[in-house]
């Protein structure tokens, strides 16, 4: 029988939200002694778990067919490796943003990327690093290390670093200001969906219309109101990415109708409030647990 790989960061920030979304489509696995394999019970899709940097040379490599990754690590091995080809992002993922900044000592006098040509860049990315100042015309020394990146400049091995920044504390505890944001990531799925034999494809369509199904409910609810019936078109343009709304009768009341809608955007506060100035009444808003289109 065939069956499909998935790798997804053995420990560190994306491992649960990427063990968590693929419970979520169902897929159950049986976990072998050494924790790295996880043989799937119920689909046949089985676990990799591996270093996060491990995860696009190993799709590159064809050991596995799909990964969890964040999209400036594939981006860093993709450029190290094939010049930035050879992955396909499938879907980009609601978790593990981050954004890669330049950052200097506070009152250093570089102010922008700009001002960076011919000063030395200490980053853990450096093909990443070198390809976006490139692009914007700056020609900077890049200095490589593996770890530790923001004591570079306080060691006076380089003028700025590159590096990821979530709240940025890191950064403050070393004394340094953010200048400017380089490039914005998310986890993002990637595979190499071209190059799949044909008795694998029917699978890996199954499994990517199970993702979608729990992405699109991630972000959905489903909407049940009350409301007039002149007084409809008002609030159904309110509802943020409803389609056909469902209708039904109001016993004894004919002028109002209980209405019934999945939102496939973020509903929030402000909408709720609109709905009722616009004559909404008992506005209920639940979770949606699963989609499938």
Not at 278 to 288: Q, R, T
């Amino acid at each position: 029988m065939s069956r499909l790989r998935v790798a997804i960061q053995k420990s560190g920030r994306l491992s649960e939200p990427s063990l968590a979304l693929l419970q979520n489509c169902g897929l159950r696995f049986s976990r072998s002694k050494d924790k790295l394999f996880w043989y799937g019970k119920d689909f046949p899709v089985d676990l990799l778990l591996v270093r996060d940097d491990d995860i696009p040379r190993m799709l590159l490599d064809g050991v596995c067919e799909l990964g969890i990754v964040g999209q400036n690590v594939a981006r860093e091995v993709m450029i190290e490796r094939n010049g930035g080809e050879g992955l396909d992002q499938l879907r980009a993922l609601d978790f593990g943003q981050c954004r890669l900044s330049l950052a200097v000592p506070e009152g250093s006098a570089v102010q922008s990327a700009a001002d960076l040509g011919g000063r030395r860049v200490a980053t853990s990315y450096p093909g990443l690093t070198r390809e976006l100042l490139a692009a914007r015309g700056v020609q900077a020394q890049i200095v490589e290390l593996s770890g530790s990146v923001e004591i570079a400049p306080g060691l006076g091995t380089a003028d700025a670093i590159s590096d990821l920044v979530s709240t940025g504390s890191t950064l403050r505890a070393n004394h340094l200001v953010e200048i400017e944001a380089l490039f914005e990531s998310t986890a993002a799925l990637f595979g190499r969906a071209a190059e799949l034999p044909a008795d694998r494809r029917e699978l890996f369509a199954r499994l990517l219309s199970r993702l979608d199904g729990v992405l699109q409910a991630a972000e959905s609810k489903y909407v049940m109101l009350h409301a007039p019936r002149d007084a409809l078109g008002a609030i159904t343009a309110l509802l943020p990415g409803a389609e056909h709304p469902t209708l039904m009768e109001l016993e004894g009341d004919p002028d109002r109708v209980a209405l019934h809608a999945v939102c496939r955007e973020a509903l929030f506060w402000e909408h709720l409030e609109a709905l009722k100035a616009a004559g909404a009444s008992a506005i209920l808003v639940l979770p949606v647990e699963k989609m499938l289109a």
